[in-house]
DNA sequence: CCTCCACAGGAACTGATGGCGT
DNA sequence: ACGCCATCAGTTCCTGTGGAGG
């Protein structure tokens, strides 16, 4: 009599493992050399090299799409930087700030603050005004005779964010130093948008935009290079399959150049392999590894919503490929069974395009003559998908 | 050619939350 | 104790619109 799970242990125990080291199959882990993007290596580090010399460097913005290792260059030439610089009387405080991490103007502000030093009761997490924040990095900086370098990745965001509430927080920090008398203050940028200077403030554009550089995408060949030297490091000999690498290169590489897709898309069609005992990867187990790798990302999607997006989602999926006011009704129906409020049909207007955004649903706008104009939207994932990942909670159980 | 539908989607506002400085 | 500030979900009010049907 063999019980399943001293089964599966045993099987595990005794199959052995084709990947060596897993840290290497993360896209943010920081290889000493990271190849093909030497120029731009070199381009960042130049545009940087005053902090050597103990003065101001320009500001500096780098574009380029997700995955094309923009973060990990600047990074990387910063760290660098540091390193020389620290044994010098120049120091140097690195300050490193994702816009999409922070939802608010204030929530960014009040990141960069902690990264200088500032303590919650220096620098509290809410309550202050903006203006007032940003008076104490200020003086924060000043007074420690801080040389502080601001990277701002996503820094999109933080433009769409300064627009919405009319803060004109961008233009003061790339002019800060003007205001300082002690320490200074160095911005580089990080835009996945190139063409997001075109809306910015003109005077943003000439302080930010002293110095550009660009990552351009990797081409699959490229994206083949990058995961043979993962792949050489991470996996034991010849357990990569050569069509697997190539669709994997192929699948992530092909629309956008993603070296991130691609690496995500190498680790879990590892880890499939090995999981099923076998010895090498192939072509199944990165496709395999792709369907799951959506899957995932759609079930981790459709959780995180709040009860009324969800309440909408279901919704559509009981009157799929309709438009918005019967899909309203459908919601208020639903409202009713769970004895809830309904939301005006404005709010579930915005809540529609919010849920499209993110690709779970479709939209597509019809003019239907006298019969007015309208959005019909339909489900962009498999209705199971949904009953699957709605049915441990416990109120929407009885209505999908 | 005009009308008029059934919404799209912008703007401004509200009320609650939470916490500041004085 | 008071006024002020930022933020968020949601509401109210609004203007805009392609084309079927008259």
Known sequence: MSDPIDDLLDAAESGKSIIKNRDILHFTYIPDTILHRKNEQEQVTQSLLPILKQSRPSNLLVYGKPGTGKTLVVKKVLSKIQERVERSNFPIKLVYSNSKNE??????LVSLGRQLGLEQDELPSNGLAISEVFKRLLSKIE????????VIDEIDYLAQLVVK????????????????????????GISNDLTFKE????????SLGEEEIVFTNYNVEQIKKILEERINESFIENSIEEPALNLCAA?????????????DLLRVSGELAERQQSDKVTIEHVREASLKIEENKE???????????????IAIMKVNGSSTGEIYSSYKNLCKALGKDELTQRRITQMLSEIELSGIISGRLVHQGIHGRTKKYKLAISSEMIKKSFKDDLSLQDIV
């Open 199 to 206: 809306k910015l403030d003109p005077r943003v554009i000439s």
């Open 251 to 263: 699948l992530a590489g092909g629309e956008h150049g993603d070296a991130r897709r691609a690496i």
């Open 103 to 108: 939802t608010t103007l204030y929530g960014l």
């Open 165 to 188: 509430t009319g803060k004109d927080i961008l233009y003061q920090l790339t002019r800060a130093n003007e205001q300082l008398k002690q320490g200074s203050l160095t911005m580089v």
């Open 299 to 313: 079930e981790a999607s459709l959780k995180s919503y709040p009860l009324h997006e969800k309440l909408v989602i």
């Open 143 to 150: 007074g420690g005779k801080l040389n502080a370098i601001f």
